[in-house]
């Protein structure tokens, strides 16, 4: 038997390389046809409406079934209640993390868990940019058409929800169900619309450049005495690890149960970090009518035994070392300045001022807002007021981002202009401090003016910039300040 001919046996390369290529091209094709606003086999893009309401569907189940879920774990890890009293705990809880009210037979429970609060805003953020990506988003009307389709579904379907869940033990507050879940839709999947579509981008090029810089400091500063907060509830967590390790045997949880309450923590992890930045800023919060946790003082009465809580100081007169945590406002202040200032530099040290304490109000505003939006109620009793006074936390928190951040900027303003005299001009006979010396006014001469003269012996010792006018050396000549006769571009005569 005759062996084929080689060329019967393996293809021809040129030719592989040639269907690769075309691959790749229809590819490249594919994904490029896939556009905002179109669907990916081509088609016409679907309505802005119909998107919106897709959209607002899966945002409420992608979050509320996660929750119903958990919590019929946790029914399974115990003995009592049904499943249906469990699908309505996962209810309320979603419900609270809007900002829902729920009305329990031992009083009004509104302390909503702000960890828990991301998982509606991402959802709806997410859905608002799907809208703009998957349907004909192009103008402000197709926005406007979108994020109020997105806002009257999803407040209708969180109606819904609450009225599904309610029971004669635990009823969500019907009206605050339509209003808090239409808000929250607008602010977040509003602004999915507005970022995806690029209106919200080409709204925000249209501020000026100083507003720009004034919120996005803001808005640096007051994350950073939240993250300063979440550092010092950590801090404290870890002194008395102890306490609650005692709290956790007292509960006698079991395993799952254990899980579950790690988890409620994280969901109240934030909330802490409120707290504990006002407990920093000074006014501190309460825990409870009559209650409070500040730097001057602690005044607490019986707490639930929630693990979370055991960082809370039990000594009614705190250690001096805590005074330390007020430098952190401060220090919170002057990065918003600082970053206000990077984006938008000032050349006037009024506008630095300005621009620096502009930037720290807005902090401080912003840092009001996260204090009303973590405060609440825990039932009834003592427990029915729980968070931080709005009043001295906002004139403390405006006043304090504002100073310093203006203080701030200046005082960093002056330093780098000390620093590059002294760098960029230093004294030559090796003394790092005398062009500070010469900065301050002496007898013989304005101050900084800079003018070179000969030198002054005093004790053995060399000061220059200083000019003695009784001293004459006709020997000397400055080259660079000729004799009045002399030309200026002639070498001096010895």
């Known amino acids: 038997m005759s062996r084929p001919p080689p060329a019967a046996c393996h293809d021809d390369p040129n030719r592989d390389v040639a269907g690769t290529m075309s691959t790749m091209t229809d590819l490249l094709a594919r994904s490029a046809a896939r556009v905002p606003g179109r669907l990916p086999g081509g088609g016409h893009p679907r309505p802005v409406a119909?998107?919106?309401?897709?959209?607002?569907?899966?945002?409420?189940?992608?979050?509320?079934?996660?929750?119903?879920?958990?919590?019929?774990?946790?029914?399974?890890?115990?003995t009592g209640g049904t499943a249906s009293w469990a699908l309505r705990v996962g209810a309320?809880?979603?419900?609270?993390?809007?900002?829902?009210?729920?009305?329990?037979?031992?009083?009004?429970?509104?302390?909503?868990?702000?960890?828990?609060?991301?998982?509606?805003?991402?959802?709806?953020?997410?859905?608002?940019?799907?809208?703009?990506?998957?349907?004909?988003?192009?103008?402000?009307?197709?926005?406007?058409?979108?994020?109020?389709?997105?806002?009257?579904?999803?407040?209708?379907?969180?109606?819904?929800?609450?009225?599904?869940a309610r029971a004669d033990q635990a009823a969500p507050d019907i009206l605050r169900a339509v209003v808090h879940g239409g808000v929250l839709a607008v602010v977040a999947g509003g602004a999915g619309v507005l970022w995806v579509s690029g209106q919200g981008i080409?709204?925000?090029?249209?501020?000026?450049?100083?507003?720009?810089?004034?919120?996005?400091?803001?808005?640096?500063?007051?994350?950073?005495?939240?993250?300063?907060?979440?550092?010092?509830?950590?801090?404290?967590?870890?002194?008395?690890?102890?306490?609650?390790?005692?709290?956790?045997?007292?509960?006698?949880?079991?395993?799952?149960?254990?899980?579950?309450?790690?988890?409620?923590?994280?969901?109240?992890?934030?909330?802490?970090?409120?707290?504990?930045?006002?407990?920093?800023?000074?006014?501190?919060?309460?825990?409870?009518?009559?209650?409070?946790?500040?730097?001057?003082?602690?005044?607490?009465?019986?707490?639930?035994?929630?693990?979370?809580?055991?960082?809370?100081?039990?000594?009614?007169?705190?250690?001096?070392?805590?005074?330390?945590?007020?430098?952190?406002?401060?220090?919170?202040?002057?990065?918003?300045?600082?970053?206000?200032?990077?984006?938008?530099?000032?050349?006037?040290?009024?506008?630095?001022?300005?621009?620096?304490?502009?930037?720290?109000?807005?902090?401080?505003?912003?840092?009001?807002?996260?204090?009303?939006?973590?405060?609440?109620?825990?039932?009834a009793g003592r427990l029915a007021d729980v968070g931080v006074p709005l009043l001295p936390a906002a004139l403390i928190s405006v006043s304090t981002f504002g100073i310093a951040g203006a203080v701030g900027v200046l005082a960093l303003r002056g330093g780098r202009w000390v620093w590059s005299r002294v760098r960029h001009d230093p004294d030559p006979a090796g003394d790092p401090f005398a062009r500070l010396r010469s900065l301050v006014p002496r007898d013989g001469g304005p101050a900084g003016s800079g003018e070179p003269g000969l030198p002054v012996q005093r004790r053995g010792r060399t000061e220059p910039g200083r000019t003695d006018p009784g001293h004459t050396n006709p020997g000397h000549t400055n080259p660079g300040h000729p004799e009045p006769g002399a030309a200026r571009d002639e070498p001096p005569t010895p």
Do not use: N, Q
């Open 50 to 78: 119909v998107g919106a309401l897709l959209a607002a569907g899966w945002a409420l189940l992608a979050g509320a079934l996660p929750c119903a879920a958990l919590a019929v774990i946790g029914w399974f890890a115990t």
């Open 92 to 164: 309320d809880a979603w419900l609270l993390a809007h900002w829902i009210p729920v009305d329990l037979t031992s009083g009004r429970f509104s302390l909503p868990p702000l960890g828990l609060s991301l998982l509606p805003i991402v959802l709806l953020w997410r859905a608002g940019g799907w809208v703009a990506r998957s349907c004909a988003v192009k103008s402000r009307a197709d926005v406007c058409v979108g994020v109020v389709t997105l806002a009257v579904v999803y407040a209708g379907l969180v109606t819904l929800v609450a009225v599904l």
């Open 202 to 379: 080409r709204l925000w090029r249209r501020l000026p450049e100083e507003v720009r810089a004034v919120l996005y400091g803001g808005a640096i500063g007051a994350f950073a005495l939240v993250i300063g907060g979440i550092l010092l509830v950590a801090a404290s967590l870890l002194v008395h690890a102890g306490r609650i390790v005692e709290l956790a045997r007292g509960l006698g949880p079991g395993v799952v149960g254990l899980i579950l309450l790690l988890l409620l923590c994280v969901c109240y992890l934030p909330s802490a970090a409120v707290f504990a930045g006002a407990f920093a800023l000074g006014p501190g919060f309460a825990v409870g009518t009559g209650t409070l946790v500040a730097p001057t003082g602690v005044s607490l009465g019986p707490v639930p035994a929630f693990p979370l809580l055991a960082a809370l100081p039990v000594s009614p007169h705190p250690p001096g070392w805590v005074m330390g945590v007020l430098a952190m406002p401060m220090a919170a202040g002057v990065l918003a300045g600082v970053v206000a200032l990077r984006r938008s530099p000032a050349f006037s040290p009024e506008a630095t001022a300005l621009r620096g304490g502009l930037a720290g109000v807005v902090g401080g505003l912003g840092f009001t807002v996260a204090t009303v939006l973590a405060g609440g109620s825990a039932g």
